[in-house]
C-alpha cells in the first residue's frame, strides 16, 4: 500500500512543492495558515485539512514548508499540531529552514513519540520549487532517507544525504554563508569597475570566463545590474537564515566576520524597507554606502 502523504505549508515554495507531489499520483492532505492557499492542491485533487493534527492523523509521511523555528515548532508541537495525530512509525520531513539544534530537540521528541524525523532544507528558490529542481539537504537516519527519497526526487534534482538529524540544516545555513557573501562581493565588483569608469557589464562578460564564474553572478549578478529586484527569495526571509547562522557560530564558538558583515548588509535592507523583495536588494545598500549608481533603477 502507498504512503499516505501530508503537506503543511503552502507558500510561495511549498504550494509548488506540493503540487509536484499530487502531480506524481500520491495522495496528499494539506493544511496552510491561509485557507486560499489551498485551493490549487484541492483543485489537483488533494485534500484539504483544518490543522496540522488532521493531517497526521491521515498521513504517513508528513511534509512542513513554513517560515521559521518558531512557526515549526507550534506546527509539530503546538495546539493541534502534528503530535496530537501522529501515527506509529510516521516521518515527518520538516523541510524549512530552521535552527539546527531546534531540528534536533524535535527530532529526539518525534522518537519518543514513535515517530521520525528528517530535516531537508532546500535551495533554488521559487523557480526550483515550481520546476522541481531544487537542491535538498538531508539530514536523519539513512533507512529514513532511503524511504522518503523517491518523493524527494519528485521536488528535487539534487538530492543529498548529509548526516544525522540537523545536519540538513547545518549544510543549508553553508549554503546561505556561500551565496550571501558571493551577492555581496559581486556587488562590490560592479562598484569598483563603476567607480573606475568601467563598465560592469563588459567586466561581468570577462569573469563569466574566468573562475570568477559562478552561478550567483550568472543569475543574480544580470538582475542587479538590470535593477530587477522582484523577489526570487525574499530579503526579510534571507535575514532570518542569516540570523539562524549566526546563532549557530554562537553556539559553536566560531568566527564567521564575512558572515557577520554581509547580515548587516541584509539587516539594512529590510530595515530600510526592502524585505519583500529579493535579497539581492543588499546591492542597493552597498551603492548608497558608496554614492554609486550601477544598477537601471533611479532612487
Given amino acids: 500500500m502507498a504512503d499516505q ?13 506540493a503540487l509536484n507531489l499530487r502531480r506524481a499520483g500520491h495522495a496528499l492532505w494539506v493544511h496552510a495558515r491561509r485557507p486560499e492557499n489551498m485551493a490549487p492542491l484541492v483543485a489537483a485533487g488533494a485534500t484539504a485539512c483544518a490543522s496540522a493534527r488532521e493531517v497526521a ?15 515549526v515548532e507550534q506546527v509539530i508541537n503546538g495546539e493541534h499540531g502534528i503530535v496530537e495525530g ?14 539546527p539544534s531546534a531540528t ?32 535538498i539537504m538531508v539530514g536523519g537516519k539513512a533507512k529514513v532517507f532511503a524511504r ?5 526526487e519528485k521536488m528535487g534534482k539534487n538530492v543529498i544525504h548529509i548526516g544525522d538529524n540537523g545536519a540538513g540544516q547545518v549544510a543549508k545555513a553553508c549554503n546561505q554563508v556561500v551565496i550571501t557573501q558571493a551577492i555581496a562581493a559581486i556587488g562590490e565588483a560592479y562598484l569598483l569597475a563603476a567607480a573606475n569608469g568601467v563598465d560592469p557589464r563588459k567586466v561581468r562578460e570577462a569573469l563569466l570566463g574566468g573562475f570568477a564564474s559562478s552561478r550567483a553572478l550568472e543569475s543574480h549578478g544580470l538582475r542587479m545590474l538590470d535593477g530587477n529586484y522582484q523577489p526570487g527569495f525574499k530579503a526579510h526571509l534571507h535575514k532570518k537564515d542569516m540570523r539562524i547562522v549566526m546563532e549557530s557560530a554562537t553556539e559553536t564558538g566560531i568566527a564567521l566576520p564575512g558572515t557577520a558583515l554581509v547580515t548587516q548588509l541584509i539587516n539594512t535592507a529590510v530595515g530600510q524597507g526592502m524585505g519583500e523583495d529579493d535579497s539581492i536588494s543588499i546591492f542597493r545598500i552597498q551603492q548608497k554606502l558608496c554614492g554609486v549608481q550601477v544598477d537601471r533603477q533611479e532612487d
Avoid at 5 to 17: H, K, V
Avoid at 148 to 152: G, T
Fill in 86 to 99: 501522529l501515527r506509529p512509525g510516521s516521518i515527518v520531513v520538516d523541510m524549512s529552514t530552521i535552527s
Fill in 148 to 152: 522518503v527519497r523517491p518523493l524527494f
Fill in 5 to 17: 502523504i501530508g503537506f503543511i505549508g503552502l507558500g510561495i515554495m511549498g504550494r509548488p512543492m
Fill in 57 to 71: 492523523e491521515h498521513s504517513d509521511i508528513i511534509f512542513t514548508m513554513v517560515s521559521d523555528t518558531d512557526d
Fill in 104 to 135: 534536533r530537540a524535535l527530532a529526539d521528541l518525534l522518537e519518543t513519540l514513535g515517530g521520525e524525523m528528517l530535516d531537508a532544507p532546500v535551495s533554488g528558490g521559487e523557480k526550483g520549487a515550481i520546476d522541481g529542481t531544487l537542491s
